[in-house]
């Protein structure tokens, strides 16, 4: 280690600003391999929001439809992978005819899971059940997945306040619009009238299965034209009728079925954000971090961060910041020699410096500590550590406490 025992001179050599970020938060642990308000954790990458983004969608998204053929013949199929019947409209939409005559639901050629979805319907001004009863009310249905259905229903008429009154449709709460299907009413009923466009924004995360098990029954949110229905309502089953039908493993991407109950339905304006599983996340996740793979990446953090510090080290309070920053992430060989060194170097300066070099010093003193204190309460260094119980006392002994 360079020897520089006069604060004159450690004062002199200067770091690059790579290493003299000091520690903030709570430190790395088993379950996470950065630390709270880490700022070497990697930032997110640049969205431009729908209103900005050039196609009035996020600028991540995929577009499954845009009004154009070239999208409806690119993206969607019937179920056995062939051009749909379903057919295009006049307000940069497609629709199903009623009376079962469109060869069945209509499926995207992509397959994903985890997703936030944005989709527009709109049923006709003067729908009617046909005398069919109220679940052949403009019906139709998404199915995330191919097995996870979000309602589509005619149901502006179907609501609490309404009950008994002109006007009033009676249906089951599970299967009116907005509804998981067979599982969970909306909370409110925000639909438009029948002619309007409506809208669902949906942010799902399918069931997780480890070994055969379930970990998780994954969730749905869905905001109804702007209005929040479900809140992150968990799976309780595959969708069907009349039954519950239990969870049951498949493949992680899946393609997206629009449903054709024999009914006219219009949609439009049709894409998705495919979105992490936070059971993927085997670094940073009380829920599903793997030990090992959480020590592999904060050895791979403390590597980079060694390497961006000057050699051999020096006993000033910005290098000894550097190197428990280091330490933070992975004590352990050299990193441990380093701080070891260092620590050394700081009790020589500290113990030789006068009251006017060490208040020269003072705010940069006090930043040492406090990430001494953070790596003291982590347990990365002792409570005993030489280098914080000589801070406490110069602090002490000059009033920097008051």
């Not at 070497?40 to 009035?56: D, F, L, S, W």
């Not at 005819?97 to 527009?120: A, M, S």
């Not at 799902?204 to 929040?228: A, E, I, Y």
């Not at 550097?322 to 004590?331: K, L, N, S, T």
Request: glycine share 8%; proline share 6%; net charge neutral.
């Amino acid at each position: 280690m360079k020897c520089i025992k006069s604060f004159s001179a450690a004062a002199a050599v200067v770091l690059p600003a790579v290493v003299s970020a000091a520690i903030y938060g709570d430190l790395p642990d088993s379950r996470h391999a950065w630390a709270v308000h880490d700022w070497n954790r990697p930032k997110p990458v640049k969205v431009e929001p729908a209103a900005y983004a050039k196609t009035g969608v996020p600028s991540d998204a995929v577009v499954l439809f845009d009004g154009t053929k070239a999208s409806f013949d690119a993206h969607w199929c019937d179920k056995d992978g062939n051009p749909t019947k379903w057919l295009i409209g006049g307000e940069e939409d497609f629709y199903c005819l009623p009376g079962y005559v469109n060869g069945g639901g209509i499926y995207t050629r992509d397959k994903f899971g985890d997703c936030q979805l944005h989709i527009e319907f709109r049923h006709e001004k003067d729908v009617t059940d046909g005398g069919k009863g109220p679940q052949m009310r403009g019906n139709s249905g998404i199915f995330l997945m191919g097995s996870y259905e979000i309602q589509v229903l005619e149901s502006y008429f179907t609501s609490r306040e309404l009950t008994g009154r002109k006007g009033f449709v009676d249906n089951y709460a599970d299967g009116q619009a907005g509804a998981v299907y067979a599982e969970n009413p909306p909370m409110v009923n925000p639909a438009r009238r029948p002619g309007e466009w409506q809208t669902y924004d949906i942010v799902f995360h399918q069931p997780v299965w480890k070994d055969s098990k379930l970990v998780h029954p994954g969730s749905v949110t869905l905001f109804f034209n702007g209005v929040l229905v479900q809140d992150h309502w968990e799976m309780e089953g595959l969708t069907t009728h009349k039954r519950r039908r239990p969870l049951a493993p498949h493949d992680s991407k899946m393609p997206l079925m629009l449903q054709d109950h024999g009914c006219i339905v219009h949609f439009r304006n049709i894409w998705y954000r495919p979105l992490p599983s936070r059971w993927d996340n085997l670094v940073h996740s009380a829920m599903s971090a793997d030990a090992d793979e959480v020590m592999a990446l904060r050895r791979r953090t403390a590597a980079d961060l060694f390497a961006k510090i000057p050699k051999p080290v020096v006993p000033t309070e910005e290098c000894m910041m550097a190197v428990g920053e280091v330490i933070g992430y992975a004590c352990e060989g050299e990193y441990e020699d380093a701080w070891k060194a260092v620590a050394k170097g700081m009790h020589e300066r500290l113990d030789s410096a006068t009251d006017a070099e060490l208040e020269a010093r003072k705010d940069a003193l006090l930043k040492l500590r406090n990430s001494l204190d953070a790596l003291v309460k982590a347990g990365v260094v002792p409570q005993s550590c030489g280098t914080r119980r000589r801070i406490n006392a110069i602090a002490l002994r000059l009033g920097w406490e008051k």
